[in-house]
């Protein structure tokens, strides 16, 4: 299977992105259980390990002409006249360039999520959250793993898009440890959980759904862990500390509203990006996706105790504040049951085979 690097449809700049950091790191000498939830949540990440290499079946091969198998609808440009004009076999090259520019910034962002978990386990004061945020860090290496497998799958990669980039540049930046919890479990994972949920819902080609599946049942249960560190820390703040963070959270989620365009796929293809841009900010596949989006990050705000003025008056002429009633644990108990869907799918497939097997050399 080919390298990594040499896929890329577009070169990367330079081998390594360095980031400074200026941080404190944390010792505690206090070993006791601490919080309840905290620990279960613990304990749930040390018994739902897994290995990227058995749990999935990598046998399995993407389609020529449509790679997950998703709906024409789930390409954002599927309607602009310049795509309808384009052959049958141009147009698969534009729908397997854009999902593999998905799954890139998939992989690219777990590798952001890897090292902001290890960075929550120096950073973090308390050693419960240290203790969750290492099973973190092997679940994100995992994810990194599963998604640099997929996109080999693909023949064809991209480096991380300037926006995400941007994203995570600042959380690594900053040295407040909850600015970590609040830019990667809140706001990234957010983003990531929408997305990933797009593929896992949509896609017939059964290995991209499955790794979706599976990766989404992790995430789900990270951002649970953003939620119990920050709602028992955001009451202790001042008013004007808590207005910084919201004034941080609206600027995410423009960004993440407006900025995530695939600039870099339309180039490589040689469309215009200004004009897929324009069609893609109104398609169908993008309303899906910023319902997903707000779905996953506006209850959590609210839940953790950043629902004052700022990001509500914000929220409100987002147009998302309505988001914010929904119902955060069934999502994540929808996500686990999903995948565990995946597993007994995989377990009857398996059981057929074998008793066909049986029969053949009976």
Known sequence: MADLREIYAIEPDG???SVPQNYDVNFNWDYDDGRVAMA?????????????ATRIDWSQELDEENPEQLPEQMLPIAGMARYEAMSRQEKATVRRHFQAWQISQFMQGEQGALICAAKIVTQVPDTDSKFYAATQTIDEARHVESYKRLLQKFGVAYPMTKPLQELIDQVLRDSRWDMTYLGMQ??????????FQQIRDHAQNPL?????AYVMQDESRHVAFGRLALRDYYPQLTQAERDEREEFLLEACYLMRDRFDAVEVWKRLGLDPAECAAHMYDSGFMQMFRSSLFTRIVPIVKDIGLWGDTIRKGYETM???GYADTDVQALQDADEDIAKSFDARRAYVDSVIQRAGALETA
């Open 15 to 17: 081998s390594l992105w």
């Open 40 to 52: 279960g949540l613990y304990r749930k990440g040390v018994e739902m390990q897994w290995d990227a």
């Open 186 to 195: 809140v706001v990234i994972e957010g983003l990531a959980l929408a997305a």
């Open 208 to 212: 991209a759904a499955a790794v979706n």
């Open 319 to 321: 147009g998302i504040l």
